[in-house]
């Protein structure tokens, strides 16, 4: 699976949208983009997931650019329960079902 | 909503005891599952996949004699730490996919492992 670049940590005011990057340049054309969070203490939680168009839940916006070399999450409105690390996580579609967990962005949300 | 559940939360034993977590779907069944390790200030690695009514893959360094993976329902998967030793005091994750593709893997809230 391609490998992908996060920042360490971010912070983001309370209320505002965070905007979390992740770089994955090598990514393949049968392989998807996931995110999921990890708050303190407790197991990942799945965000969502895209290929190549813009994907929305009611959790998280994802944006993926048109060469599928780097992708954002957008948390519209962040409050303080979104303080988590966050990890961008690419899988090939068929056969290999791991995830690779890298070290992820560490978002707090500032009050 | 896909739900993975994990047992025990938390577990405190002594030195060579071997300890038993459970990991289930609740709601959906799972051909595969998954076992990850976590230690503090580190990110997820996975230990082994647990697959249904065969013997299990384990990771490059994970001793399969230590870390005994039993996948015997579609809902249940079973890690035992044989003979615990305090440097195998960590948190414990599961996780399962409810389908092929594209669907996502959910995870247990975890298993958080101490020995004394």
């Known amino acids: 699976d391609a490998k992908t670049t996060q920042p360490t940590s971010m912070d983001c005011a309370e209320g505002r949208a965070a905007n979390l990057p992740c770089n994955h340049s090598?990514?393949?054309?049968?392989?998807?983009v996931y995110w999921y969070r990890q708050i303190h203490s407790q197991g990942p939680q799945y965000i969502i997931h895209?290929?190549?168009n813009n994907e929305t839940n009611e959790m998280a916006s994802l944006i993926i650019t048109e060469d599928r070399k780097s992708s954002t999450l957008i948390l519209p409105h962040a409050t303080l329960r979104d303080t988590a690390v966050y990890y961008c996580?690419?899988?090939?579609?068929?056969?290999?079902?791991?995830?690779?967990f890298g070290t992820g962005t560490r978002l707090t949300i500032i009050p | 909503g896909a739900v993975v559940s994990q047992h025990p939360s938390w577990v405190i034993c002594k030195s060579g005891t071997s300890v038993k977590i459970e990991c289930r779907s609740l709601?959906?069944?799972?051909?595969?599952m998954f076992w990850y390790r976590q230690f503090p200030k580190q990110s997820l690695m996975l230990m082994a996949t647990?697959?249904?009514?065969?013997?299990?893959?384990?990771e490059q360094g994970v001793e399969k004699d230590k870390f005994l993976i039993n996948h015997a329902s579609l809902t249940l998967s079973t890690l035992t730490v044989t003979s615990a030793h305090p440097e195998d005091s960590s948190f414990y994750i599961c996780?399962?996919?409810?389908?092929?593709?594209?669907?996502?893997?959910?995870f247990g809230d975890g298993t958080r492992l101490s020995i004394l």
């Open positions: 996780s399962a996919r409810d389908g092929p593709g594209v669907q996502p893997q959910h």
């Open positions: 090598t990514i393949s054309g049968n392989e998807y």
């Open positions: 895209g290929l190549k």
């Open positions: 996580i690419v899988r090939v579609l068929f056969g290999n079902e791991k995830l690779t």
């Open positions: 709601d959906f069944q799972a051909t595969t």
């Open positions: 647990s697959n249904e009514g065969s013997k299990a893959t384990y």
